[in-house]
């Protein structure tokens, strides 16, 4: 009977360890990425990407973005929505701010055109937004479909008013 009694136990501790490893197995793939990583930026650049104060500042800078769209679409979720045209109209958004800092740029200080980029971003962004919401609210469009027809519109007119190329803001 203790032999028996062993066995099982072995069996539920083999069990047990194969479940824990299972359950953590993305955990492993992504120890065992940065370490790959790191190993091949020692050998390629002579140094660490690791806790190094420009890799963390690039993170922080480029995910501020992201972040800031998940926010807001983390309220409308909460809220019973879904907001699919969120990331384009940012797209729209941000040319038209690059667009209106090149137009007034030339004659303003940075600081002044930066403010004014922003304003016209904001002003532009509200534009959709305020579609959405009556089409959503007042029309009774399912949130899906009506963000869905922006997400398409937004994305056309970013393309439309930056030529299909980069708009880019020559100002230091």
């Known amino acids: ?15 047990n360890l194969a479940g824990t490893l299972t359950a953590l197995w993305s955990w492993f ?47 409308v979720i909460i809220a019973g929505g879904i907001d699919l045209s969120v990331g384009f109209i940012m797209g729209l958004a941000s040319v038209v701010m690059a667009q209106a800092m090149r137009m007034v740029g030339i004659d303003m200080p940075p600081g002044m055109a930066l403010v004014i980029g922003t304003f016209a971003a904001i002003a532009i962004s509200a534009v959709p937004g305020g579609i959405n919401g009556f089409l959503i609210a007042r029309l009774g469009v399912p949130a899906f479909i009506g963000t869905l027809g922006m997400y398409g519109v937004a994305r056309g007119a970013g393309y439309i008013l930056a030529d299909g190329a980069t708009v880019s803001v020559d100002d230091e």
């Open 1 to 15: 009977m203790s032999e028996i009694q062993t066995q099982l136990k072995s069996e539920n501790l083999s069990r």
């Open 29 to 75: 793939f992504l120890a065992g990425l940065v370490v790959f990583f790191d190993v091949w930026a020692r050998i390629a650049y002579g140094n660490s990407f690791l806790f190094n104060a420009y890799n963390v500042q690039s993170i922080l800078i480029f995910s501020s973005a992201p972040l800031l769209l998940g926010l807001g679409e983390t309220l």
